[in-house]
């Protein structure tokens, strides 16, 4: 794809993007692919998406663009056909499309997030299926929520029961993005109930297998072009060798996956707050009250600085996150700070932009509405930030 090929001169596309500063950080591959992604977000996505979220429909024409350009494949490591950049460079990425349009940052990265436990736990042989789904335009999806469990992955009442050198699974996992669109799906199961999470597995199982079927779709308060649905497992029978990792390691992968992609939900989290801090600091600077733009006045000055404070801060946890999963070092604790507090001042910065547009900011006549809308999700997927405060608090209050 041209994600893959082709480097834009940044020359010619600073002058569009000179207050940035998340590229200071990237080498010279990273600075191109970033500027690269900005002009498609902002040509291909950023007002497109507008209608989208109106509809609730899902933008095919606009995924498929991006898919063409490969940017659904970020997370592929080289030796599986991806191109083999670093976290830090794939999040700077997540965060311009997150600025652009929170729906579609969550649909590419979601996307990824099937892809991990595959990653962790799966075969060479699942590793390469998996991502060449991928790197051919394809999505992943990982289903692990389900109705009345929500944050309680171990309560499991999918189950998968061994049938010769297959299994068959039944159950209902809701809240899976991209539940209507994968190619494959990852799908935690109980292979025996009585060992509670240790007998949970996991799968990976392609679309179209019989009995497999996306169920109900969300009508969403935000994030609105991104799809999100009930996926139905009934009499679904899959081979053995479709487990990912050994029969009751499901749940610890499970947990795995969620530690890695924390941190990618906060730099989501992050481009909807900067996009937040941007709108806010045009409008002040345009809106005329009392003979001056409103961006002289203390008040607004101090409510924009204490903005850029907390994305910056996010922004910074962030790296911080992943630049220690890079170097192979402990993340568990820093992932769950990145994802909390990204997602809680996503939510903060976004009403302090609809403060400052006043009454404008609360019409969808202008882009804030829908940013607070999108930023609240935030708090919630990946695992409630109330979980992530339960797992902050564990690891630096240990056992006692």
Known sequence: GVISKQRTDLNEQKKYFATDRTDDILNDEGKDLLATVKEFCENEVKEQ?????????????????????GLGSLEVPEEYGGIGIDRVTISALYEEMAKADAGFYTTIAASNLGLKPVLIAGTEEQKQWACDILVNGGYGAFCLTEPMAGSDPASCKTTAV????????NGRKCFITNGAVAGFYVVTAATDKA???????????????????????????????????????????????????KEGEGFKVAMKTLDMARTFVGCGAVGVAQRCVDEAIAYAKQR???????????????????????????RQMVVHSLTLMDKGLDYNKESAIAKC????????VAL????????????REYPVEK??????????????????????????????
């Open 49 to 69: 998406c507008k209608a989208y979220d109106v509809s609730g429909e899902w933008p095919k024409e606009i995924y498929d663009k991006a898919m063409e350009m």
């Open 162 to 169: 061994k049938d010769g050198d297959e299994y068959v699974l």
């Open 195 to 245: 060992l509670g999470n240790k007998g949970i597995s996991a799968f990976l199982i392609p679309a179209g297998t019989p009995g497999l079927s996306a169920g109900n779709e969300e009508n969403k308060m935000g994030i609105r072009t991104s799809n999100t649905t009930d996926v139905v497992l009934e009499d679904v029978r899959v081979p053995a060798g479709a487990m990912l990792g």
């Open 288 to 314: 005329v009250t009392f003979g001056k733009p409103i961006g002289k006045f203390e008040a607004i000055q101090f409510m924009i600085a204490d903005m850029e404070i907390k994305t910056e801060t996010a």
């Open 341 to 348: 507090y990204s997602g809680d001042i996503a939510v903060e």
């Open 352 to 363: 302090d932009a609809i403060q400052i547009l006043g009454g404008y900011g609360y019409s």
């Open 371 to 400: 940013l607070l809308r999108d930023a609240k999700i935030f708090q919630i997927y990946e695992g409630t930030n109330q979980i992530q405060r339960i797992v902050i608090s564990r690891a630096v209050m240990g056992k006692f």
